[in-house]
């Protein structure tokens, strides 16, 4: 089992910057793939972004493309997203995510999921 607890969102101005921080427990990250998703009020919760399991490779929905960053630590067992440039769009819960199969970056077939933390950016 993999634990997930998000930190860092806030209330934020826009053009603004919030990094968000996935601490992991009871299973080391460098094993899986790891991703942010995210859910606006009466929304379906979508992809953000993913990173390999090495950190080589990434993947970004268009939207947040040049504005936000994912990084991880395998040392530390955490993933943190960069988010800069901040729309009032980017308003949503965001989710840590971790998913045991494959290597590379995805979209879906996630395991284990965090609690979510609030980001909120106003205009």
């Known amino acids: 089992q993999v634990q997930l607890e998000e930190s860092g969102g806030g209330l934020v101005q826009a053009g603004g910057s919030l990094r968000l921080a996935c601490a992991a427990s009871?299973?080391?990250?460098?094993?899986?793939?790891m991703g942010w998703f995210r859910q606006a009020p009466g929304k379906e919760r979508d992809f953000v972004t993913s990173?390999?399991?090495?950190?080589?490779?990434?993947d970004y929905t268009n939207s947040v493309k040049g504005r936000f960053t994912i990084s991880r630590d395998n040392a530390k067992n955490t993933v943190y997203l960069q988010m800069n440039s901040l729309k009032p769009e980017d308003t949503a819960v965001y989710y840590c995510?971790?998913?045991?199969?494959?290597?590379?970056?995805?979209?879906?077939?996630?395991?284990?999921w965090g609690q979510g933390t609030q980001v909120t950016v106003s205009s």
């Open positions: 009871g299973r080391t990250i460098s094993m899986l793939v």
């Open positions: 995510a971790a998913k045991s199969a494959g290597v590379l970056p995805a979209k879906s077939g996630y395991d284990y």
């Open positions: 990173i390999s399991r090495s950190g080589v490779n990434t």
